[in-house]
């Protein structure tokens, strides 16, 4: 990636030297390059402001200055190549990691550092409109700095490193704060016990599956703690409530259903699955046949499921959980609730899942169910069945 960078102050950018940054420059993975704006003015004071039209308190930045430093880095590129501009300013967009991975993906980017009152607004289309630029205005957060520059550097920093190979261990950047929307785990080191303070059990016990759930937990508490405006209500813990399908929920169905048996078809290589593909009026009608139980959580249809009863048996189908909340025991009191809505009659009680699916075969098990001997009834998939007790 090359980076350029325009500013007055220029050695403010020093510190793009040091630590991975700095190696990751001299491993030749990034091609940083800082100009001084007052290097393209001609006067003899290099002046690089001037007074406000219409009156106000501070100075704007000159446009002609600009213009040729922003020609000069273009010019520097390869023929026809053009860099993405970021312009740091409290009244851009809010930069996130979701805009920093998008970013990171580019091959050239340069940022112009405002100072004073800003730059003059016809430098933006200047920029746009004359040289070819995509230019991304973009905020640190609600607040105002003295110039660009400590924006700059905290952009390229959190972009930069998801650049491959500036990072030694890419693992380390997958469960990161901010990147599923969530903050991240508290983490641990020796010794064991430090000032009286243990490390917590789970962590020590091996169990991996434990572990996870451990530190899912803690992504979702401290996020509720620290950043409740990344959460939604349904990611806190609130009453499940769990109630019979209405048509007005069939929209949200239709969506949810489309979610979850995508995972089905990674795990089956398979996308002729009917949950998959049927329409949306094919949903909604279903309504209709079965008793389709949906649970919601803040407002949100967070899970459902729905029974069929044929003679003494009751059919569980279509058990699914939004992908962000599973893992959290939502699908195992949908079961539940699923055979407690079970008639008197009722000897047993049986579903279907892919011949793949092997976290559902492994939930199945633990609540129960057994392979029903002999060929499936439908080809690649396993049926399942429990006696009522």
Known sequence: MRIDVVSIFPDYLAPLDLSLLGKAREAGLLDVRVHDLRGFTHDRHRTVDDTPYGGGPGMVMKPEPWAEALGHVVAQGNPGGRPHLVIPGPGGTLFTQAIARRLAREPWLAFAC?????????????????????????????????????????????????????????????????????????????????????????????????????????????????????????????????????????????????????????????????????????????????????????????????????????????????????????????????????PDGIRAYRLLTGAGSVANLRRYRRAGYRPVPGEPSIPGTVELVKRRR
Do not use: K
Request: charged fraction near 25%; glycine fraction near 8%.
């Open 114 to 342: 405002g100072r004073y009152e800003g730059i003059d607004e016809r430098v933006y289309e200047h920029a746009a409109h004359d040289l070819g630029l995509e230019v991304s205005v973009l905020s640190l957060g609600d607040y105002v700095l003295n110039g660009g520059e400590v924006a700059v550097l905290a952009m390229v920093e959190a972009i930069a490193r998801l650049v491959p190979g500036v990072v030694g261990n890419a693992e380390s950047l997958v469960e990161e704060s901010h990147e599923d929307g969530l903050l991240e785990y508290p983490v641990y080191t020796r010794p064991q016990t430090w000032r009286g303070r243990q490390v917590p059990a789970v962590l020590l016990s091996g169990d991996h599956a434990a572990i996870d759930r451990w530190r899912h937990e803690q992504r979702l508490a401290r996020t509720a703690a620290r950043r409740p405006d990344l959460l939604h209500a349904s990611h806190a813990d609130a009453d499940l409530e769990v109630r019979l399908a209405v048509p007005a929920d069939a929209p949200e169905l239709f969506t949810l259903t489309r979610a979850c048996w995508v995972q089905e078809a990674q795990a089956n290589d398979t996308l002729d699955i009917p949950a998959l593909v049927e329409d949306y009026d094919t949903v909604r009608a279903s309504l209709a046949s079965t008793r389709t139980w949906v649970a919601r959580r803040g407002g949100r249809l967070v899970g459902s499921v729905r029974t069929e009863q044929r003679g003494d048996e009751l059919y569980v189908g279509r058990l699914m959980v939004a992908p962000d909340l599973q893992g959290q025991g939502l699908g195992r009191r949908l079961l539940e609730h699923a055979e407690s809505t079970a």
